[in-house]
């Protein structure tokens, strides 16, 4: 197993590399009316439209949900790789790089009452906790499809 590394809000998340697209950065989006606040917009990478889901608010992570100019500026967006047929880009605040089984030194099963789309908690060598999230499963999530408000 390898992840994409991400930080939002002050959470820390993995991604498998396998369901995980490319990383560009935030630029041009353009908003959809009548969306769930966590739905950001639209955006155009490489010629395709892609879905901009703001992962911090759909986590219920209130306190990301006031972005400023700055931080967007600095936040990148990830696509979900295009087997699971999902033109849908997720923004995060910071990329933490690549990772693999090695790099952890305990695993756990997600929390309990934790969303069907949590997989393993990781603890890495430092003592800091890494949810994976699994992509697949998220992009089935009627909750997660559903952008209409």
Same mark, same amino acid.
């Given at each position: 197993?390898?992840?994409?590394?991400?930080? @939002?809000?002050?959470?820390?998340?993995?991604?498998?590399?396998?369901?995980?697209?490319?990383? =560009? /950065?935030?630029?041009?989006? $353009?908003?959809?009316?009548?969306? &769930?606040?966590?739905?950001?917009?639209?955006?155009?990478?490489?010629?395709?439209?892609?879905?901009?889901?703001?992962?911090? *608010? =759909?986590?219920?992570?209130?306190?990301? &949900?006031?972005?400023?100019?700055? *931080?967007?500026?600095?936040?990148?967006?990830?696509?979900?790789?295009?087997?699971?047929?999902?033109?849908?880009?997720?923004? @995060?605040?910071?990329?933490?790089?690549?990772?693999? &089984?090695?790099?952890?030194?305990?695993?756990?099963?997600?929390?309990?009452?934790? /969303?069907?789309? =949590?997989? *393993?908690?990781?603890?890495?060598?430092?003592?800091?906790?890494? $949810?994976?999230?699994?992509? $697949?499963?998220?992009? $089935?999530? /009627?909750?997660?499809?559903?952008?209409?408000?």
């Amino acid at each position: 197993m390898s992840w994409l590394a991400v930080k @939002v809000g002050e959470a820390n998340y993995l991604f498998p590399l396998a369901q995980s697209g490319e990383i =560009f /950065p935030l630029a041009n989006i $353009q908003v959809v009316p009548y969306a &769930r606040p966590w739905f950001m917009g639209v955006i155009n990478l490489r010629g395709g439209l892609y879905g901009v889901v703001d992962l911090a *608010s =759909f986590m219920g992570d209130g306190a990301t &949900r006031a972005r400023t100019e700055q *931080s967007l500026a600095e936040s990148s967006v990830i696509t979900f790789n295009a087997a699971l047929e999902l033109n849908c880009a997720l923004l @995060v605040d910071g990329l933490a790089g690549l990772r693999k &089984r090695e790099a952890f030194a305990d695993v756990a099963l997600p929390p309990e009452g934790s /969303p069907v789309f =949590f997989g *393993s908690r990781f603890t890495d060598l430092n003592g800091e906790h890494w $949810q994976e999230i699994n992509l $697949q499963s998220l992009s $089935q999530l /009627p909750e997660f499809l559903s952008i209409s408000a």
